[in-house]
């Protein structure tokens, strides 16, 4: 099997190589990255005028299995990672029951293998039944091969808990992933707290929240020497607290989605529950935090945290609406236009937030196009115009806040292990 990825613009951040070049994958690693390549037998792929990367990696996915396939499962939430030109994911625990020990993460792994046309790598919890109580199976999920661990979707409220964890982990430089919203204060609110939670009359999550949680947190690391992972940051505040972390050499890394990057709390409306997240839109002065955490390093990867309901879930009041919305299919593509067309942001950082970086942070070997390297990569059109349609989706989550926008810049291949699995944008 040989594929020839020609005449493409090549970015692979993680070599800082930015050229023109032709791909060759032969029997699923890449094998030569150079000029004017020539293979007998190979399929070609005109790549002129797009981009060519590394596979993107997305470290944040809910792919609710086992327990909620009825809101998505690993061959739809699989489909739709590589519609949206994703050939690595990691998916998080909170299913029903939770990931939290060997067993459930083989047999999760086995499922992938079977169903998942990229990709998918499996977040443990730390804690039995994300209960934050009493710590889960860490070095027996490691050994089955769980990349991190995390209670996403849950504050760990007992310090001591996580300390444990942290200092369990440290042996197998693990990364904890921490949904950071400090229970007391978002119990009952349903979108930031500011001018229009108040104008709206809803209850709201305020920033301080997500910033006391982020401090405490980097204080455990910081005094187990262990490693840790915000899930999507969102306050400006909580930036500055992992810049000042970094600067003291914490080891912390953090991730953002396309949307705290791009809406603010502004877009909330009563009759349309797709923006209900958490943590959940903030402010405009956030958004440009988060912008400038981007550019100046603090945050280390752009994550989707693609979390698809059923429409029946979605389609009820504001208040009683779970949080979340599908973004695998989007988040290229709100990435481009919102920010790479509008000069806020320049193409080489935005693959790499999603490529080199995000897999340093979770440690696969992944995210880079070298030779001898698993053939994972996406081309892209960044001029390809196009109208987000949730008939069109391959996730089963049906509610999107970017549902009818028309956007510029869109992933038109994406190749796994030197297999294409989408081709301008039908997944085969
Ligand atoms: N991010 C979300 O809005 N939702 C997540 C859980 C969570 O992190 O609250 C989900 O699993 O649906």
């Excluded at 280390?300 to 009683?320: C, G, L, N």
């Amino acid at each position: 099997m040989k594929l020839l990825i020609k005449g493409g613009r090549v970015i692979n951040p993680a070599e800082k190589f930015d050229k023109i070049a032709d791909v060759l994958v032969e029997d699923g690693k890449i094998k030569a990255i150079g000029e004017n390549l020539e293979a007998a037998g190979a399929e070609v792929y005109d790549a002129t005028g797009k981009v060519v990367t590394p596979g993107l990696i997305d470290l944040h996915v809910h792919f609710r299995e086992p327990g909620q396939e009825a809101k998505e499962d690993f061959e739809s939430g699989a489909n739709a990672a590589a519609a949206g030109g994703f050939t690595t994911v990691c998916t998080m625990p909170n299913t029903k029951p939770a990931v939290d020990d060997a067993a459930m993460v083989r047999s999760l792994e086995k499922r992938a293998e079977d169903v998942a046309k990229v990709h998918v790598k499996i977040i443990g919890a730390v804690t039995k039944g994300q209960e934050g109580k009493e710590l889960a199976e860490l070095g027996d999920m490691i050994e089955a091969g769980a990349v991190a661990f995390s209670d996403d979707g849950h504050y760990d409220q007992k310090a001591k808990v996580l300390l444990n964890a942290f200092d369990y982990l440290h042996t197998f430089d693990k990364v904890i992933v921490n949904h950071d919203e400090e229970t007391s204060l978002v119990e009952d609110g349903v979108m930031n707290e500011g001018h229009r939670s108040a104008m709206l009359g809803l209850k709201g999550r305020p920033t301080v929240a997500e910033d006391i949680a982020v401090a405490r947190d980097i204080m455990l690391a910081e005094y187990a020497g262990s490693r840790v992972h915000v899930a999507h940051i969102s306050s400006a505040r909580a930036v500055d607290i992992v810049r000042q972390a970094k600067k003291r050499g914490v080891r912390v890394t953090c991730e953002v989605t396309p949307q705290h990057l791009t809406m603010t709390d502004e877009c909330v409306n009563l009759f349309d529950t797709s923006t209900k997240i958490n943590p959940p839109l903030r402010a405009q002065k956030d958004c440009e935090a988060l912008l400038e955490g981007l550019k100046d390093g603090t945050i280390d990867a752009i994550v989707t945290d693609h979390s698809p309901h059923a429409q029946e879930d979605k389609d009820r009041e504001y208040i009683y609406a779970p949080s979340g919305f599908p973004g695998l299919e989007t988040s290229l593509g709100i990435m481009l236009t919102d920010l790479y067309h509008q000069g806020k942001l320049d193409l080489t950082t935005i693959v790499s937030k999603m490529t080199c970086e995000p897999a340093k942070v979770f440690g696969m070997d992944a995210g880079t196009l070298a030779v001898g390297k698993n053939a994972d990569i996406t081309v892209i059109d960044p001029e390809l115009t196009w109208t987000v349609d949730e008939k069109k989706f391959y996730t089963k989550g049906s509610h999107s806040p970017f549902i009818g926008r028309e956007l510029k810049g869109k992933a038109v291949l994406t190749v796994v292990a030197g297999k294409i699995v989408m081709q301008d944008g039908e997944v085969l």
